[in-house]
């Protein structure tokens, strides 16, 4: 869905939100994988006191307060998503609705269970890098995990009458998500990881020991050890793409205005 009007620049980026999360809740198997991490956790979110880091339209901070959550507060930045969230949970009167960056956000209390969703393609490159200066230190992470992983193909086996080698060809230092239908695509050797206390931003990668002429990368998300879910399975995240040209490659997030900055390059570019 594009805008395709011109708008001031604030309003854009509020409907352009809007409706990016659309997308995201058409993914129904991200939500349901999600929905079933706080069934599974229950018992910490039973008569605790939670926080919905980035709210969205209020799925998460529903299914908590139908799980007995004693309070919840409900974090969100944008102010349209916070208008509809106010909306559906209205009738739950144990549920707060508060307009703000959840990095600026300090909850009156002690927090046990922190749940949130800020996780891009390439795991680094949307708003997960903002849970690293919380005002506030939860006991419980929902989820705990979450890593970027990789694999290498032959471009033989992926290429068809549209994109074809040719084409393949001129992507090169090009991250192009979604290029090729990732379903059953394995993800073989993991490139970087995120946990509540350990954010990387940087990493230099050698598959020097894989064969294939096309590397892929995609995020999985996990909770003690456990996948929730994944690249290719969950399709609001796809699979990157980009032809191979040497053994290591570097990958780097930078802060943006909004998300993060993605730099890659090759660092031995050496194959034709
Ligand atoms: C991927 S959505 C997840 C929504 C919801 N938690 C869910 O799982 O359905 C991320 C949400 O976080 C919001 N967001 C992004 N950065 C934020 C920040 N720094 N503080 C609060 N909310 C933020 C976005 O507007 C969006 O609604």
Redesign the pocket.
């Known amino acids: 869905m594009d805008i395709v009007n011109d708008l001031h620049p604030r309003r854009f980026a509020e409907v352009d939100?809007l409706l990016?999360?659309i997308s995201?809740?058409e993914d129904r198997k991200?939500?349901r994988a999600?929905l079933s991490l706080l069934r599974k956790n229950r018992r910490w979110i039973r008569g605790g006191v939670c926080v919905?880091?980035?709210?969205?339209?209020?799925?998460?901070s529903q299914e908590m307060a139908r799980l007995g959550a004693r309070k919840i507060y409900a974090?969100?930045?944008?102010p349209l998503?916070v208008r509809m969230a106010r909306q559906r949970l209205a009738n739950y009167p144990n549920v707060e609705v508060i307009h703000?960056?959840?990095?600026?956000?300090r909850p009156p209390e002690p927090v046990d269970v922190l749940?949130?969703?800020?996780?891009g393609q390439l795991l680094y490159d949307?708003?997960i890098h903002?849970l690293e200066n919380l005002r506030f230190v939860p006991r419980y992470w929902l989820p705990d995990g979450a890593q970027l992983s990789g694999g290498v193909m032959d471009a033989r086996d992926l290429v068809d009458e549209t994109v074809t080698l040719p084409v393949l060809q001129q992507l090169e230092g090009v991250l192009v998500a979604g290029l090729f239908d990732d379903a059953g695509v394995p993800l073989t050797f993991p490139v970087l990881k995120w946990s509540p206390s350990r954010f990387r931003y940087h990493v230099e990668y050698d598959i020097s020991t894989t064969q294939g002429d096309v590397l892929y990368l995609g995020l999985e998300i996990y909770h003690r050890g456990q996948k929730v879910c994944q690249a290719g399975e969950c399709e609001?995240w796809s699979y990157v793409w980009t032809p191979r040209r040497g053994n290591r490659f570097r990958l780097e997030f930078l802060p943006d205005h909004?998300g993060m900055k993605v730099r890659f390059d090759w660092i031995d570019a050496s194959m034709e």
Request: proline share 0%.
């Open positions: 939100d990016a999360f995201i809740y991200r939500s999600y919905d880091a980035g709210c969205g339209w209020g799925m998460v974090v969100e930045a944008n998503l703000e960056e959840i990095q600026d956000f749940v949130h969703e800020f996780f949307e708003d903002v609001n909004r």
